[in-house]
Structure formats: C-alpha cells, structure tokens
C-alpha cells in the first residue's frame, strides 16, 4: 500500500494475538480498512467480527473517517479481533487524547488478560485429572 501520510499507530494484543493498528486522520472521508494486504471484510469474514474491532468507531461515531491499516499475526480468529480492537483504540487515544474518557467507559482501552492456562505434569489438561479407578 502506497504512503498515506501522518498515522497514528497502537499496539494491541488478546491471547496469543498481536495487531499493529495505524490510523491516518489526514485522509478524510476515504475509510479504507486494510488488514494484512486484504480488505478488513475479507480477513475477517466471521458474522459479528467486523462490528466487534469497529466498535470503537462506531461508539465515537467516527465511521469512515480515516485510513486503517492493521498488521495482525498469532492465535485464532477471536483474539486476533479483540487485538485489533484494543490497537484501534490505544491508536485513537494517540490521535486525541479528549477520546480517552469514551473509549474508557466502553471498555475499549482494557486488555483482556485471560490466556490458555498451561498444562500441568500428571493431569490431562491444565486441571482435568485422570479418572480414578480403585482396581
């Protein structure tokens, strides 16, 4: 994709997921969604993904006024949402500061921290224990 200018940039990671989120503010009225290469409907094709990472858009009723380019690699399709969700976010707080309070009373700048427990020595699964047989 060619240079669009000044951007704003935010991290966001769910799970095993990490998003690199740019927002270019210079380009009114454009509303690209680019997400690794492809459109932002192609990547995420699953009902309900599109209006979960636009969320934060959406609440500040600012839909199609910028460029968004995201960068997204690991985990599944779930956390790679709510990574690029979360980057949006922290990109739009960069841009104006005054959007911090919004996105805050919409849990749009909190990460999730639950992550796959590990597997522990001796169990099946992180805590599913072998049947007991008494013979």
Request: proline residues 3%; hydrophobic residues 25%; charged residues 35%.
């Given at each position: 994709?060619?240079?669009?200018?000044?951007?704003?940039?935010?991290?966001?990671?769910?799970?095993?997921?990490?998003?690199?989120?740019?927002?270019?503010?210079?380009?009114?009225?454009?509303?690209?969604?680019?997400v690794n290469g492809k459109d932002v409907k192609d990547y995420f094709n699953r009902e309900g993904d599109y209006e979960t990472l636009s969320s934060p858009l959406q609440d500040l009723e600012m839909m199609n006024n910028m460029d968004i380019t995201v960068l997204v690699h690991g985990g599944g399709v779930t956390g790679q949402t709510d990574a690029v969700r979360l980057g949006l976010a922290r990109a739009l707080v960069k841009y104006d500061e005054e959007l911090r309070g919004d996105l805050r009373d919409n849990d749009h700048l909190t990460r999730d921290p639950r992550v796959k427990e590990r597997k522990k020595p001796g169990l099946k699964r992180a805590r599913k224990a072998p049947t007991y047989t008494k013979r």
């Open positions: 994709m060619e240079d669009l200018g000044r951007y704003y940039e935010g991290i966001g990671r769910r799970k095993r997921s990490s998003a690199r989120v740019r927002i270019y503010p210079d380009n009114r009225g454009s509303g690209i969604f680019i």
